[in-house]
């Protein structure tokens, strides 16, 4: 068998993330493959695209024309490119780069092996960005622990449509993982020393897996199940749809101390008028009633959010209604774009010129100001209080370190005689920085 060497390089979301780490391990596992971070000696190269925003195609041709030396260097080398922009351009990346090998897409990455096999016997170029119905997953050998908290894909596409965005194009529909699946990938995990899992999905919140019979599982009854797996100590989730943030999902707070006091829920504007150009199917009152709800709840709860600013059509005043609500809700993080208009999608037929490029960029930094003074206010909240963190491992950048996370994300440092890598620790916090702190080791938490 061939000696293979594998190189993945990989742009977007935590679920291209996901999705890359599951490519690895089906390539370790089907072709023998070994994963190197050295491009210089792997022997198949894979990108793994994406499109949410501007420049996504040159972004690709680029980073294609600086591999071409490579293939001209050994022929038999693969090159492949998966992900959303595959999704979207297909064959027309031949076009431009006529040497890539294999395109897949984001559903047909399980068939990578074989059309590798194939490329090297035939000597010709495969594409497949079908959308086999959550095939994929059948297709990944059994999970491996890579990290104390992992990353687990639960639901896939979205059915949502908001007018700016590319990713149901490029996903495909919505479809829920059978729940089987996932409390047995995550029963696995835990006996390899998982302690936390990250659930994602573009509409995490939207899962719902209907059985033979036709009872349903909702997202809320997923994570009931998924709290009861021994030792998971921690669930994360990622990213939330307002829509589907229903009031069971909220009382499931109430009765899983597992799930952190954090939550990502994108709101994108604080303007209604906004909201509806962007088919986002909520309004600003029905947003403050879920995380006024939560914070019934769990009084402590932290919001983070994504928001976009320059959508067509968007005033001052429009502009200055999202700030206020970032001041309203006191949002702790958030990631914000300029809106980039995506080919094919409705909003990039709206005309996008009643914002100067200047004014666009303004409302970007005037906003992620403000984000920024509330993220350290809450940092600076957290100095000489007690936080629970999960142990992750030792920092890669100063060995005397330990690392782990609080509940709202943060990264904390701290010296220790023992290991609790894997454990819930007490730790006092004695610094802070904005997004990571220092602190010193307390006690072993009882949770
Ligand atoms: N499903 C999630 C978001 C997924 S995409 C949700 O609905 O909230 C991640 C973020 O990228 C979005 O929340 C949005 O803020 C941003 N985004 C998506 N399309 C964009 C576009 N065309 N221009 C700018 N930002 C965009
Ligand atoms: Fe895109 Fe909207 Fe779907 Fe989120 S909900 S992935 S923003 S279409
Ligand atoms: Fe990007 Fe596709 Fe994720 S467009 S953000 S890689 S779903």
């Known amino acids: 068998m061939l000696n293979n060497k594998l190189y993945i390089k990989t742009w977007g979301c935590q679920m291209n993330e996901y999705d890359s780490s599951k490519i690895a391990d089906l390539m370790q596992k089907e072709l023998n493959c070994k994963i190197t971070d050295s491009i210089e000696n792997a022997n198949i190269i894979i990108l793994n695209t994406c499109s949410i925003r501007e420049k996504a195609q040159e972004k690709l041709f680029h980073q294609l024309g600086r591999w071409k030396k490579f293939k001209k260097l050994d022929p ?3 090159i492949g490119v998966g992900g959303c922009v595959a999704a979207q351009e297909g064959k027309r990346i031949l076009n431009r780069a006529n040497h890539v090998d294999i395109i897949f897409g984001p559903q047909t990455l399980h068939r990578i092996p074989m059309m590798i096999n194939k490329v090297r016997k035939f000597k010709k170029y495969l594409i497949d960005i079908s959308f086999p119905k959550i095939e994929k997953f059948n297709y990944f050998p059994l999970p491996q622990k890579k990290n104390i908290s992992e990353f687990i894909s639960i639901i896939e596409g979205c059915n949502k449509y908001c007018t700016y965005c590319i990713v149901p194009y490029t996903r495909g529909k919505e ?3 059978p729940y089987q699946d996932i409390i047995s990938e995550i029963k696995i995990l835990s006996m390899q020393g998982v302690r936390e899992v990250h659930l994602l999905g573009q509409n995490v919140n939207a ?8 009872k349903i599982y909702s997202f809320s009854v997923l994570l009931k199940m998924i709290s009861k797996i021994k030792n998971i100590k921690r669930i994360r989730f990622t990213t939330s749809h307002p829509q589907n943030f ?3 999902l909220i009382e499931t707070y109430k009765k899983l101390p597992q799930l952190v006091s954090f939550v990502h829920l994108p709101v994108q504007s604080g303007s209604n008028k906004i909201l509806s150009l962007m088919k986002r199917r909520y ?5 403050k009633n879920i995380i006024n709800k939560l914070k019934n709840i769990r009084p402590n709860i932290q919001i983070s ?31 914000s774009f300029i809106y980039s208009p995506r080919p094919g999608t409705p909003a990039s037929r709206l005309n996008n010129n009643n914002i100067s490029e200047y004014e666009k960029k303004q409302r970007l930094y005037i906003l992620q100001y403000y984000i920024k003074q509330q993220t350290k206010k809450f940092s600076k909240k957290m100095l000489n209080t007690i936080q629970t963190i999960l142990v992750e491992g030792i920092s890669p950048q100063n060995k005397q370190f330990f690392y782990g996370r609080t509940e709202n994300n943060r990264v904390v440092f701290f010296q220790n005689k023992y290991n609790y890598i894997g454990k819930l620790v007490n730790i006092k916090i004695t610094a802070f920085y904005l997004y990571s702190l220092h602190g010193k080791f307390i006690s072993i938490s009882n949770n």
């Open 207 to 214: 899962y719902k897996y209907v059985d033979l019979q036709g």
């Open 283 to 287: 309004n600003i009152i029905e947003y």
């Open 305 to 335: 959010s994504d928001f976009i600013v320059g959508f067509p059509g968007e005033t001052k005043n429009d502009f200055y209604k999202t700030i206020s609500l970032i001041l309203d809700i006191n949002f702790d993080m958030s990631f």
């Open 175 to 177: 479809i829920s993982r």
């Open 76 to 78: 038999n080398i693969i």
């Open 246 to 248: 229903s009031d069971e």
